[in-house]
């Protein structure tokens, strides 16, 4: 059996090879990853010299050596984690989303169909339904919720949904989709919520939260996405979509201020920043498919989550001060810099 994981040096896709040679052993497993600014070959360090894994520096984007990969591999299975991420930066530059999460996602297709994968996973995300207003607390995101992206980030990943559905009907490729919610734990990048405050409240640092803080996410610990993420392979119906979040809604403002509760760092760090273009309100996922088709639930409470998650970067301190002292620094300044 191989696993081709593309975005393999990423944060999800990282924490889900760890997961599946963890629990399969044996299964061979191919990361593709063109490391970008957000893939750190360090992060793969404890899998690189096991003789059933192999890391390929290459774009999805790049048909010629996808197709050659292909070949060479023979895959049975395909997971597509590779995407630029982040939503801030896809406001300030929207093409490189256009390019590696849509026409990405139509090369790996491409030569999945034409090298007969019996699985292809598309790793999409809630965002791609837009958002919900915070007044109405029984609203959720179903699979049949429309798609209604807000950020060039999330238009193009509903585009990418979009173009594996259309493989599904027009070519019967075997593929299934998930949408997940915010995820956190070890390795994730530290430009995103959790980690940035982590980081900027260890190094007695402004912790900038967006508008008022009110905003909304559903917070599932990496594992468990990964779990789910495995029964959809092994057992999900092709062509289908599964939403995965585990019921987790918490308001940004009480996370940065849990994190200074659990860091004994003071609430006085917190600096309210102008708010992100088109900010999302809230994110909340039904995740009732997943529950009663495959059996999925979360295993991981917020509570015991976070702390694991702190204490790993408080343990891995070398980790993520290496990315924060490199170009990381441009970044935080072009984003946080004038912010008022
Ligand atoms: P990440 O930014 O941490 O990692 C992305 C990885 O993809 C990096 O290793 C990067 O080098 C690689 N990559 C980017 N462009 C590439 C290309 N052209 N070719 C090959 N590799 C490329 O992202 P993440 O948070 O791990 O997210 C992984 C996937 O999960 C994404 O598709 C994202 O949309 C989805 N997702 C993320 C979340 C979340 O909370 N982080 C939630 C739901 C869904
Ligand atoms: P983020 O981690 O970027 O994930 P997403 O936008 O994909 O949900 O942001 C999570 C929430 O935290 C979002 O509402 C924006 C907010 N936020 C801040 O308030 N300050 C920050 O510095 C960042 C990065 C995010």
Redesign the pocket.
């Given at each position: 059996m191989t696993l081709i994981v593309?975005?393999?040096?990423?944060?999800?896709?990282a924490n889900f090879i760890f997961y599946m040679l963890s629990i399969y052993p044996d299964m061979r497993v191919v990361c593709?990853?063109?490391?970008?600014y957000?893939?750190?070959l360090s992060t793969l360090a404890s899998v690189m010299g096991k003789a059933n894994f192999r890391f390929v520096k290459?774009?999805?984007?790049d048909q010629k050596s996808i197709g050659k990969l292909f070949e060479e591999e023979k895959p049975d299975i395909v997971v597509?984690?590779?995407?630029?991420?982040?939503v801030d930066r896809s406001i300030e530059n929207p093409s490189v989303f256009l390019e590696?999460n849509i026409i990405?996602t139509q090369v790996l297709l491409d030569a999945a169909r034409q090298w007969g994968v019996k699985r292809y996973h598309q790793?999409?995300?809630?965002e791609v339904y837009g958002d919900l207003p915070l007044d109405n607390p029984n609203l959720f995101f179903t699979e049949e919720t429309p798609l209604h992206a807000s950020s060039p980030y999330s238009a193009s990943?509903a585009s990418a949904d979009l173009l594996c559905l259309a493989y599904y009907r027009t070519f019967d490729l075997p593929l299934t989709i998930s949408r997940?919610?915010?995820?956190y734990g070890p390795y994730?990048?530290p430009e995103?919520l959790i980690p940035l405050m982590i980081a900027n409240a260890l190094n007695d640092q402004p912790l900038p939260v967006y508008g008022q803080g009110l905003n909304v996410r559903d917070w599932l610990y990496v594992e468990d996405h990964c779990a789910a993420i495995d029964l959809i392979i092994r057992k999900g119906r092709e062509g289908e979509v599964y939403n995965v979040g585990g019921h987790n809604e918490m308001r940004n403002i009480d996370i940065v201020k849990l994190i200074c509760k659990e860091l004994g760092k003071p609430e006085s760090l917190i600096t309210y920043v102008s708010d992100r273009k088109g900010h999302d309100m809230r994110y909340a996922i039904d995740p009732t498919k997943i529950h009663e088709e495959l059996g999925w639930l979360p295993k991981t409470k917020f509570s015991d989550g976070i702390r694991l998650t702190i204490k790993w970067y408080l343990d891995n301190r070398s980790w993520w001060e290496e990315i924060i002292s490199g170009e990381y620094k441009n970044y935080y300044e072009r984003m946080y810099g004038g912010r008022q």
């Open positions: 593309t975005g393999g040096a990423g944060f999800i896709g593709v990853d063109c490391l970008t957000a893939g750190n290459i774009s999805i984007t597509n984690f590779a995407a630029e991420s982040h590696t990405g790793v999409s995300t809630d990943k997940c919610s915010n995820n994730h990048f995103k």
